[in-house]
């Protein structure tokens, strides 16, 4: 039995090393199906998750011997190039080590889970389109909705679902030392240009690599990834955010050190990505009573969340809208109420506006603004979902007052204490939580969701950028892998945490909250009460040729030349 088994290993081995990823654990990734709609319906493509591949077991090829343990490498990694050619990443057990866990239409993800060989905090997957490749989506012109429950998700978490210009096969082609690709996740890459990447560009990232003082797991090399990164939802059940992040280099670009920027770099701005993004809280923005637990938009229910990438009429993007759906109703965005800075969206007057009025740096524009951002949806990116801790800033960005000492504008994201979130408290009370992502739904505008009467979502554009392909002949795993063989010693997973934002010390204008709902009220019109369009619906712009008579107390304003609205 013991020279069967020593027969099998040697044969693994040998495969392995053309690979640089091994199969002590199977890799199969769970199947999780989204639905591809256009005016005429919609149609279920099958798909897959992988886990990132910094969450994986890295050892040696010709062994089970740990290549990283902890937040520090072995003596086997004298440098990154030997270390990516004797070293490895193995397959996953998904359910048992990362609490990860699907059904045709939905991902569930756990904040702790306590495996056979490890403790694992926190998870970061990739949507696939057939076995070795990450599903693309051009979403300018589009339109992306899903459901979400972040019940279960208190300070200082993150259930975050984005979108990142990844290579589509990991990486693979681009870098010849890359063996493994995308079925094992990798080629990760963000607008913090993230330096607490194992591997990077086909190379072990052990130069100079400093373990965190704060974290178990993790650590900090010499290299860092970079891409554009468009957040379509951070949030926990007291605050929720979406936000562009363009670079002017739109796909994985590798840097160095603190040029880097970012929040891993001792420099916050690089030459190349936003690390801080043009972000849409509705806290932040001064309606306090929009999104959290018996709000408006309740955390404590499942949500629809409906993102819609608006093209301009020469074919860029103008505006990035947002719409929740809840118990059978839809509702649109929250207004700021900040002064100086109006709208419910995220356009280049929104942006430029509530810069000045929080006072901080617009890397936003320095790196392309809008029209970048939506070089790189129409270009394609993965999509990305996650579960996260914070061990920079305890997510105080997203939730809390940041920084915890300013009273000026844009300050007040969220309730929660600014002593909140550290992660050795809630790994420790909040280990049990989960967040559920379900119900991918991509296509054309306003064929996901059914928008609210005279709002301003825009007809169906077909003339946009083409979706995903609406057929996949990927067959993915019902249920997640058996656990690792009792014969390989399992590293405790990374715990990496997905892009920190802490935007420049901002604050927030208290006011009174005043969202819409998709059903407004009967309030008597100016005009006619026939043709009254209700608060917040679509007045003008463009190649609208409706009514512009608003309701009684509002009137149409120009918010950018495609789009007006009674406000």
């Known amino acids: 039995m013991y020279g069967q088994k020593l027969s099998v290993l040697a044969t693994l081995v040998a495969t392995v090393r053309a690979q640089q990823a091994c199969s002590l654990t199977a890799e199969t990734h769970p199947s999780m199906n989204w639905q591809q709609c256009t005016t005429a319906g919609c149609d279920t493509v099958k798909g897959g998750i992988t886990v990132d591949a910094n969450w994986r077991w890295t050892h040696e090829v010709s062994s089970s011997t740990n290549c990283y343990t902890g937040n520090t490498w072995s003596s086997t990694c004298t440098n990154g190039t030997t270390c990516a050619e004797k070293c490895c990443v193995d397959g996953a057990d998904y359910s048992g080590t990362y609490g990860a866990t699907t059904t045709d239409e939905s991902l569930s993800l756990s904040f702790v889970t306590k495996g056979a060989y490890s403790t694992n905090v926190g998870s970061r997957m990739y949507m696939m389109a057939d076995e070795n490749k990450y599903q693309m989506f051009q979403l300018l012109g589009k339109e992306f909705t899903f459901d979400v ?113 970012g929040t891993y770099s001792g420099q916050r701005y690089g030459d190349n990505c936003d690390p801080d ?39 860029k993007l103008a505006d990035i809208k947002r719409f929740y759906v809840q118990d059978g109703v839809t509702f649109e965005n929250s207004e700021s109420k900040i002064s ?172 009174t909250p005043a969202g819409s709902a998709s059903t407004p009220a009967s309030n008597p019109a100016s005009g006619s009460a026939s043709d009254a369009i209700p608060r917040y619906g679509k007045c003008g712009g463009g190649d609208y040729s409706g009514s512009s008579n608003c309701v009684q107390g509002t009137t149409c304003k120009v918010m950018n030349p495609y789009y007006s609205q009674c406000i």
């Open 149 to 261: 429950d972040v019940s279960n998700l208190g300070c200082g978490l993150n259930g975050a679902l984005y979108f990142v210009s990844m290579d589509e096969d990991g990486g693979m082609s681009k870098y010849p030392g890359n063996k493994a690709g995308a079925k094992y996740g990798t080629g990760y890459c963000d607008s913090q240009c993230p330096r607490d990447i194992k591997f990077i560009g086909g190379v072990a990232n052990s130069d100079e690599w400093t373990p965190s003082s704060t974290d178990a797991n993790a650590g900090i090399g010499g290299m860092g990834s970079c891409c554009s990164e468009m957040d379509i939802w951070e949030a926990n059940k007291m605050a929720t955010a979406y936000t562009p992040h363009p670079c002017n280099t739109i796909g994985q670009k590798t840097c160095q050190g603190d040029a880097c920027g």
């Open 277 to 315: 993004g043009c972000d849409f809280n509705s806290y932040r923005m001064g309606d306090t009573e929009f999104f959290g637990a018996g709000k408006k938009i309740d955390s404590t229910k499942k949500v629809t969340v409906v993102t819609q990438f608006i093209k301009s009429s020469d074919g």
């Open 340 to 511: 100086g800075v109006s709208g419910n969206s995220i356009n280049e007057e929104f942006c430029s506006a509530q810069k000045k009025a929080f006072g901080d740096k617009d890397s936003f524009t320095s790196s392309g603004g809008l029209a970048q951002m939506g070089a790189a949806l129409e270009q394609g990116m993965v999509l990305v979902m996650s579960l996260w801790d914070d061990n920079y800033a305890s997510m105080l960005w997203l939730d809390s007052t940041y920084p915890v000492d300013s009273t000026a504008a844009g300050s007040a994201r969220g309730e929660c204490s600014t002593s909140s979130g550290k992660p050795s408290d809630i790994r420790a009370s909040d280990a049990n939580s989960k967040v559920i992502f379900s119900n991918i739904k991509f296509g054309d505008i306003g064929t996901t969701f059914t928008a609210p009467s005279g709002s301003t979502s825009p007809s169906t554009d077909n003339s946009g950028s083409s979706s995903s392909a609406a057929s996949s002949s990927y067959q993915a795993a019902a249920t997640a892998p058996s656990s690792a063989p009792s014969s390989s010693k399992v590293a405790a997973a990374a715990v990496t945490p997905e892009a920190v934002t802490p935007a420049a010390p901002v604050n927030q204008k208290a006011s």
